[in-house]
């Protein structure tokens, strides 16, 4: 039973103006609303409990209790936690071995508490998309589009990249390639012509020329790195990014309510999202009106929470790539940095996780934010299968809010007793 009001399509076949040192651990932001409280890592005793609560067989009732309860937990938790956190509102999904458990809204739509958040809201899911961006090339590669190990020079030679920068090594952030998180020019730009963004050629001589490039094989975190891998995609494929991940990526996975934003009129109606990064005053706005997603520079992608978890359920479950291949995306490279969830945080193709795993337990996922809204997509998986994956798309740009309310959905998951009551 799914908990929510639409129809959904399941089981059918950075970001501009905020710093994202490492996108799902601690970089400060400018301009967030408020910092939000540091959680707990997982419990002692969680992976156990996970073997007991996902563990043995059940009757058709007492799954339909578990799931019924589950949903009404998470709905429950994400509104403690957004409280908790000095949130205002969310668009919340849960699966549970594979199978849709909620869709919902909680929250508020604005400051004024007015009208709620809806299951059928749209957000920016920032760099989430990125996930999706490396799926693409990943699938490309399988069909032979694209050598994910050939120079990327040889693809793009007017941009003048050294011959070690590789497609694997801008998915994985290990290329060296700069960024411009860092850059005054940039923050600027966004804060005073936020519906005017940079071309790609702006973004690309803002940091490719005048910036060193790092360390080959070492985690830099590069949204430019992204931007490149994503014209090597459309120049080896002839086509734009959002016909690449329509075709190999959103349909494929039946979720078909994602898309890539290219204008002002593609976010005019996503929910409402509330921050301090645009303007001089420093007072709370409603960003989602005048934030070109031109301003993510390597692809806005938007939609639905539902669509976002079904996606990564579905990569993760093996749906669309072969076996190699999403091996291939899990083999993570050390990030040298502490995290708040991840005891050993890595990164893969286009996926954070942790490198500490037990008995084939991990968590995986991404999380994003920019002007407006903090996005999280994580999945528990056991034993190769993807057992709890929740996203969670927060309208306010409280730092990581969207990743912590998806931990805390998980972490209810496994901590609901066997009943679901």
Known sequence: MIRGRIPLSFGQANDGGCREAVEVCVADRPGVLRRAVEPRQAPEGFWSALRTRLGGSMTAGEAQARHDGLAEMAQALAKRLL???????AGIALLLDGEPILAEGVGWREPQRTSEVRPEDEFHLFSIGKTFIATAAVRLSESGTLDLDATVALLLPDLALPPCVTIRRLLNHTAGVPDY????????????????????????????????????????????????????????????????????????????????????????????????????????????????PGWVSHGAVVGRAADAALALDGLLAGRLVGPASLAAMLDAVPVEREHW?????????????????????????????????????????????????????????????????????????????????
């Open 83 to 89: 409280h908790g956190h000095h949130g205002l509102g």
């Open 181 to 292: 998180g860092s850059l005054a020019d940039y923050h600027e730009a966004v804060r005073h012509t936020p519906d005017r963004p940079w071309s790609t050629q702006d973004f690309l001589a803002a940091t490719l020329v005048g910036q060193p490039f790092g360390s080959v094989g070492v985690f830099a975190y590069s949204n430019v790195g992204y931007l490149i891998a994503r014209l090597a995609i459309e120049r080896a494929t002839g086509r734009h990014l959002s016909a690449v991940l329509d075709a190999k990526v959103f349909a494929p996975l039946g979720a078909s309510g994602l898309r890539l934003a290219t204008g002002l009129g593609d976010v005019s109606g996503l929910a409402p999202g509330w921050g301090t990064v645009l303007g001089d005053a420093g007072a709370i706005e409603n960003v989602s009106r005048n934030y070109h």
């Open 341 to 421: 969830l991840f005891h050993s945080p890595g990164y893969g193709l286009g996926l954070m996780t942790d490198r500490s795993r037990s008995r084939g337990r991990f968590l995986v996922g991404h999380a994003g934010g920019g002007p407006g809204y903090s996005t999280g997509a994580l999945c528990l998986v056991r034993d190769g299968v993807p057992r709890v994956t929740a996203v969670a798309l927060a309208n306010t740009e409280t730092h990581d809010l969207g990743m912590r309310l998806a931990w805390g959905m998980i972490e209810g998951a496994v901590a609901a007793p066997p009943g679901g009551r």
